[in-house]
């Protein structure tokens, strides 16, 4: 019997065995292909070399060395990478274990700045009710998934949720897309006045959304609005790219597709690519020097922080990114991708929309194409979809709808940078196969 506390206590899982490329395999031998890198991790794949020979050469040096003590050079090197490819204005990387710990650094860093320049009475985040920043009580309290939050309410620190941008589900008929964004980001407005013009310390979203929306951008001037607005009551702008961040989208950045800076950012999952546990808060020259010049210390740490073997799996998986193409890859791929969901489900009576940007695709199911609406909650749609592509050796990530209760199931797909366009026709033909079986 298994010892180990599995998500699901009564799930009844494969053991994976090894993985090579763009396959993952269990035990029996059965081949899965990786079409949403887990949950967006493996942007490159399974067993790549560069990786771990990276990984073993620094277990070889020393594994560990506490950061009170020793910075290490993969530390040093991977932070001044992220820095030459991160979004102007932004200085300082603060490494950390994973997506929860490098948003919750970001949210304690950004009170700590108000407190540090004497704005004390900064004390509300803003987010989205479409969002999920992480699963520590920090981080729940900030996403505004109500499924995730409900059990732990009464622990988690009040933040209070705007609507997202979600052009599919939100805009009007009679609006059009510009209109709608700024109707949707000056909701930010409304909502700072309503708490108190110099009360809020920051504004939290993900550029692109991924778990809970399944691959939702902004529509064209939505962000740059939020920026004019985070700018003109001083509440700073924290960009969550845990998920759509380092190259996902066809930019090491999200927010690069935006036009925008922000002064905080956490990217994660794939930093490691799955081969370490690593995460990154990225941010500004201004609020790195608020420290520096105030107490001198962020008051925050964890045992890990700064992992010289983590360190060095992530220079290497970054090197990979932005060095060798596959960041270019992944945009050319995605469009390859989005054209070719496009071609096979875009009349299917099922399919209300096909979204997303690079390897980072959505596809949202809806009982109804003409009024959207959702299949039933109770159908349990995700659930059945996720069953049936995983017999049909489809690895893909289906979630089931949130958001006002008026989202549809949706499946989303991220798979390794690496897949040529055999594995492109691989995913479709099996996903089609998952949807005649589910619905
Ligand atoms: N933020 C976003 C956007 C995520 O998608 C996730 C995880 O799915 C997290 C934060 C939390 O990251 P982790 O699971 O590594 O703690």
């Known amino acids: 019997m298994s010892h180990v506390f599995p998500r699901h206590t009564k799930s009844n899982l494969p053991t994976v065995a090894r993985g090579e490329g763009v396959y993952l395999y269990d035990t029996t031998g059965k081949q899965y292909f990786d079409g949403s890198g887990g949950a967006a991790v493996s942007c490159l794949g399974h ?30 090197q991977l932070a001044d990478k992220l820095i030459e490819h991160a979004p102007d204005g932004i200085d300082r990387v603060y490494l950390v274990s994973g997506g929860s710990e490098a948003m919750e650094a970001a949210l304690k860093l950004a009170r700590q700045y108000f407190v540090e320049i004497g704005q004390p009475q900064r004390c509300h985040i803003i987010a989205r009710r479409q969002s999920y920043h992480g699963n520590t009580l920090g981080a729940l309290a900030t996403g505004g998934n109500e499924w995730r939050r409900a059990p732990f309410s009464p622990l988690l620190v009040e933040t209070t949720h705007i609507s997202p941008c979600f052009e599919y589900r939100g805009k009007h008929d009679d609006e059009t897309t510009l209109d709608y964004g700024l109707r949707v980001a000056n ?13 809020v310390i920051a504004f939290v979203a993900e550029p692109v959304v991924g778990a809970t929306a399944g691959a939702v951008p902004a529509v064209e001037g939505y962000f740059k609005r939020i920026r004019e607005i985070c700018d003109q009551y001083g509440v700073l702008l924290i960009l969550d790219e845990v998920m759509c961040g380092m190259g996902r989208t066809g930019k090491i950045f999200a927010s690069e597709h935006e036009g925008i800076h922000p002064d905080i950012v956490a990217v994660a999952k794939g930093l490691g690519a799955g081969y370490q546990p690593i995460g990154a808060m990225l941010c500004s020259a201004k609020i790195y020097a608020a420290i520096e010049d105030g107490s001198g210390f962020f008051q925050h740490g964890h045992t890990y922080v700064g992992h010289p073997t983590a360190c060095a799996a992530a220079l290497a998986v970054l090197t990979k990114l932005t060095d060798g193409g596959l960041v270019e890859r992944c945009a050319a791929k995605g469009d390859l991708l989005q054209a070719a969901l496009q071609n096979t489900f875009a009349q299917h009576p099922n399919v209300g929309d096909i979204r997303g940007r690079g390897l980072f695709r959505g596809i949202e199911l809806v009982e109804d194409r003409e009024s959207k609406r959702p299949f039933s909650p109770e159908r349990r749609l995700h659930a059945t979809l996720k069953k049936e592509a995983f017999n049909a050796g489809l690895i893909c990530y289906p979630m089931g709808g949130t958001i006002d209760g008026k989202q549809g199931d949706h499946i989303l797909l991220a798979p390794p940078f690496i897949l040529d366009d055999n594995h492109i026709d691989e995913i479709v033909t099996k996903l089609q196969i998952a949807l005649v079986k589910s619905l």
């Open 47 to 76: 067993g790549d070399p560069d990786v771990t020979n990276a990984i073993k050469k620094q277990l070889d040096a020393v594994a560990f060395a506490h950061t009170s003590f020793f910075t290490s050079d993969p530390a040093e």
């Open 187 to 199: 909701e930010l407005e409304t909502e700072i006045l309503r708490l108190g013009e110099d009360s």
